[in-house]
């Protein structure tokens, strides 16, 4: 049975029996039993697999899709999905780390993110994994390592475009930006490369993140190939992988519908034959973190105390924004808006009432969900916040207020 927790989008990867929320088969009573404690975060393998296999089944067959770790880099879950992806996109050193030992291919491991260190530089040529450059002195760096061993770091360009995601969630691209080299100064940069001690693998551009609006990404993913297709002139050897980036997003809040993926693949199935005339050869690959993952996720906390304030019913757990800051409303939201909250144990409830759900920390910031249509909860019932499989646990201060930490379960 699907869950419905109107105005928000059903949700049909979880069940719902005796009015008990199920995730991968089991209630969210046993799963809490089964950690051995609340708060904890559970993520549904099998949600994971079907995110990746609907998605594959839609791309034409010649789109590669990675994983971008940092959505959920638990070792686990990076396994699990290392079995169903073409590659693994790391953000850090140790994201690098969690995917070697996770047994990827270094040839199938990219590394994005500004400010890495001369140690990570070393640290990644020495693995052999793919870098994505984002600065000259990035250049600089890389090359000295491979006059010094005599081994040529892998590296690709990330560029910075020269447009935007247009209502993307987050931009990370146009304008001025700390990631990536701004386009227009990249010819240049691959006429140097050339004569340095690197091997050219091709280009990274990444415009944003959690987008819901296929228009937009289809554009963003035209004007990339275009932009793709002028900078390969300048390329010092082949173009091998062309990474286009992701931005696909999930609904999160009241009214946001599901990202409908048939124009963006039947833009891609245009876009695959420019991309072998202009860059031969050249893999075409996406790179997505939340969609993948971020639906398959709950996080689980339970109701401390129930209080009544001037009218007011609040619902005080045993976790909050120091597990969970996006829900929270504080990763990156101008107008704070409730995540999809239900009561696992009373997800109907025999009575329902509005209630504020909130954690034990003392800030008015620490808010799960704002005067929300919740079954009537107890005590000792079990607050669940969906969608939560991305940028959840490890996106959150977990330090701040020195409560006990959170578990994770991949069941
Ligand atoms: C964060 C990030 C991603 C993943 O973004 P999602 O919105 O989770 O899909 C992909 N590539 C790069 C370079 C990133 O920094």
Redesign the pocket.
């Known amino acids: 049975m699907t869950i419905a927790i109107p105005p928000h989008a059903p949700h049909p990867w979880f069940g719902v029996e005796d009015d008990c929320l199920t995730i991968g088969g089991h209630s969210v009573v046993e799963l809490a039993i089964q950690a051995g404690q609340t708060p904890f975060y559970v993520y549904d393998r099998g949600v994971m697999t079907r995110k990746v296999n609907e998605l594959r089944a839609a791309l034409p067959r010649e789109v590669h899709v990675h994983y971008?770790m940092?959505?959920n880099p638990m070792p686990a879950v990076v396994r699990h999905m290392l079995g169903l992806v073409d590659g693994l996109?790391v953000?850090s050193a140790g994201e690098m780390q969690v995917a070697l030992d996770a047994g990827a291919a270094p040839d199938l491991v990219s590394f994005?993110?500004p400010g890495k260190t001369d140690s990570e530089l070393t640290r990644a040529a020495a693995a052999g994994i793919t870098i994505n450059i984002e600065s000259e002195r990035e250049i600089r760096v890389l090359a000295a390592i491979g006059a010094r061993t005599g081994r040529r770091p892998r590296v690709a360009v990330r560029v910075n475009p020269d447009f935007e995601l247009k209502t993307s969630g987050m931009k990370?691209g146009g304008g001025p930006k700390q990631f990536g080299i701004d386009a227009e100064r990249v010819p240049e940069v691959l006429a140097a490369i050339g004569p340095l001690p690197l091997d050219f693998q091709g280009f990274?551009i990444?415009s944003g993140?959690?987008n819901l609006r296929a228009e937009a990404i289809v554009e963003a993913q035209q004007k990339s190939v275009a932009l793709a297709a002028r900078l390969a002139q300048h390329a010092p050897g082949p173009v091998r992988t062309l990474n286009i980036?992701?931005?696909?997003g999930i609904p999160y809040f009241p009214e946001e519908r599901l990202l409908d993926v048939a124009p963006i693949a039947a833009n891609l199935r245009a876009l695959v034959p420019q991309v072998a005339q202009a860059m031969p050869g050249a893999q075409l690959v996406l790179?997505?973190?939340?969609?993948l993952v971020g639906e398959s996720g709950a996080y689980v906390c339970r109701v401390i105390d129930r209080k009544l304030s001037r009218g007011h019913v609040f619902l005080v757990c045993d976790g909050g924004l120091h597990h969970h800051l996006a829900a929270s409303g504080n990763f990156g939201q101008v107008i704070r808006k409730n995540y999809p909250v239900v009561i696992g144990n009373r997800v109907q409830g025999t009575e329902r009432e509005s209630a504020s759900v909130v954690g034990p920390l003392c800030t008015p910031l620490d808010l799960l969900a704002d005067r929300m249509n919740l079954g009537r909860a107890r005590e000792g019932d079990l607050v669940v916040v969906l969608q939560s499989g991305?940028?959840g646990l490890s996106s959150s201060p977990r330090a701040f207020l020195s409560h006990p930490p959170a578990v994770e379960l991949l069941v």
Do not use: I, P, V
């Not at 980036?245 to 696909?248: R, S």
């Not at 790179?287 to 969609?291: A, F, I, M, N, T």
């Open positions: 971008a940092k959505a996109d953000a994005a993110g990370m990274h990444f993140s959690q980036g992701g931005g696909f790179e997505l973190g939340r969609y991305a940028y």
